[in-house]
């Protein structure tokens, strides 16, 4: 099977958005930098780009080659052949590409978000399809307009896309609640992971741009404890559902957390916890290379963990080197060939479908 990096970026260049014409038009994101040799208050030089769309500002990161270890044309697609010879060097077969504009909150506007999704899944269509595979990407859904999303959801899959992105927590709602239910109905039927990915959906209450330096991942394990309370994956058989940007080691508060639900409130929660949990309801993990995996193993995690590098950013999240560090844990003896084969290859290739 692949090698697969499954939790990888494209930062989306201004070409991402060349298909927002007609009406559309009025919704295509314009870059905004400041005057030289000034930056907004509280950012560095590497945050002091924008992105404005729909009348608010959104930060637009400028990365460089040596904190990211990568390059211009292969962070923003601009060249794919030199994303997959940087991918040959680190020995990685498959990237999985999801989005950065998306991981904050972008509108209120249905409009807008119906325009930005199609224009970034088509973008991201066009460029994958010349890597031969190598290059997938995961779909993204203007979730205002539910409509709009089934149409475009069926659009991806018949383009190359191998899941559905999703912040834990979108517009206020969390993964549980029945209005996302037709786009995990949809995705079901088309055999499409629900990708549970760090960002942050909710619209901000007041002139906040960004999101801070809190932990990022916190939504991440909210999708999770909702799921399970409310038996999700129990309503749609064989929706798999994973977890990504946010590491593994919450799984032990989260899980101890539930298992207090149920026990003092037995008699109206009737979800099932166990050695089975990650099994029954097809959860997969991505898990840090910063985390201790032979603790994570001990919940029954093997057969679904995985792991990412975040490719092109520089933050927390971010390593390079990430897959590299499952083969020095065989090296270590903290886990055995058999274990750093599923963790790269087997596990992601069934969460993604390959």
């Known amino acids: 099977m692949p090698v697969v990096d499954v939790d990888t970026h494209v930062d989306e260049p201004d070409e991402a958005w060349a298909t927002m014409d007609g009406p559309a038009a009025r919704f295509r994101p314009i870059t905004v930098t400041p005057p030289e040799g000034t930056a907004a208050p509280g950012f560095g030089a590497a945050a002091s780009r924008w992105w ?19 390059t211009l044309e292969s962070r923003e697609l601009l060249d794919v052949s030199v994303r997959l010879e940087h991918m040959d060097r680190s020995g990685v077969d498959i990237h999985v590409i999801y989005p950065t504009f998306f991981l904050q909150y972008i509108t209120g506007n249905p ?159 009737r979800f099932e916890l166990g050695s089975e949990l990650f099994r029954s309801n097809r959860f997969f993990i991505a898990i840090d290379p910063i985390e201790d995996i032979s603790h994570v193993l001990t919940l029954g995690t093997e057969d679904h963990l995985m792991i990412g590098s975040d490719y092109t950013h520089f933050d927390t999240s971010a390593q390079p080197d990430a897959l590299r560090q499952v083969h020095q844990w065989v090296e270590q003896g903290r886990i055995s060939e058999t274990i ?7 596990n992601p290739s069934a969460f993604y479908g390959f």
């Open 52 to 70: 404005l769309v729909d009348g608010r500002l959104r930060q637009r990161m400028i990365r460089d080659d040596e904190s990211t270890g990568t």
């Open 340 to 346: 750093a084969r599923k963790i790269l290859e087997d």
């Open 111 to 269: 409009e807008a978000e119906v325009a930005l999704a199609k224009s970034y899944c088509q973008y991201l269509a066009r460029k994958c399809s010349e890597s031969k595979g190598r290059l997938r990407w995961v779909a993204v859904l203007p979730f205002l307009d539910m409509d709009a999303s089934v149409k475009l959801l069926r659009w991806a899959k018949d383009h190359g896309a191998c899941g559905v992105f999703k912040k834990g927590i979108e517009h206020r709602k969390r993964a549980s609640d029945p209005y996302f239910f037709p786009i995990y109905e949809e995705a079901n039927a088309l055999g499409l992971p629900i990708c549970v990915h760090t960002g942050f959906g909710n619209p901000p209450d007041g002139p906040v741009i960004g999101h801070g330096d809190g932990i990022t991942g916190v939504p991440v394990m909210d999708a999770f404890h909702a799921l399970v309370l409310y038996n999700i994956p129990q309503k749609f058989p064989g929706l798999r559902f994973g977890f990504l940007e946010a590491g593994s080691t919450w799984l032990p508060y989260v899980i101890d957390r539930l298992t207090a639900e149920k026990q003092r409130r037995h008699w109206v929660r």
